[in-house]
């Protein structure tokens, strides 16, 4: 008697296709085993969130590189997708709620401090120049 195919997983869609450090990011696909299964990214194990056959929310380590990262299941099956990780450029910040762009690019963001501490300068431009 032959035994039962496993049904191959697969990986079809990323999303969203870049993703920040301690973000949460969704693999849709096929045939994903709920109970086993393991996702990389690049050869750093990702932390689960939640897992359907059809769907996978996986959080970023903080300890990648950034770039273009391979994105796989630990089993070997399926297809390698990429996921492009920014790499950090400043620590110590909170998570921006609303950020705003200008048309050059520019990146606004607000600092209201901790409770009760009242910031000297509330806003700040994040540009694309290097320091």
Known sequence: M???????????AITPPRAVAGGRVTLR???????ETRVLLGDAPARLAFTSTTRLVISIPGDLDGGSTPVRLADGSGETM????AAPCATGLHQVDNPAFDSAGNLF?????S?????PVSIFRVTREPL
Request: aromatic share 10%; hydrophobic share 35%; glycine share 12%.
């Open 109 to 113: 963001v607000a600092y209201s401090g």
């Open 29 to 35: 696909g096929s045939g994903f085993p709920v109970e």
């Open 2 to 12: 032959r035994q039962p195919t496993k049904p191959l997983a697969t990986i079809h």
């Open 115 to 119: 409770r009760g501490q009242e910031a």
């Open 82 to 85: 990429f996921l492009s990780i």
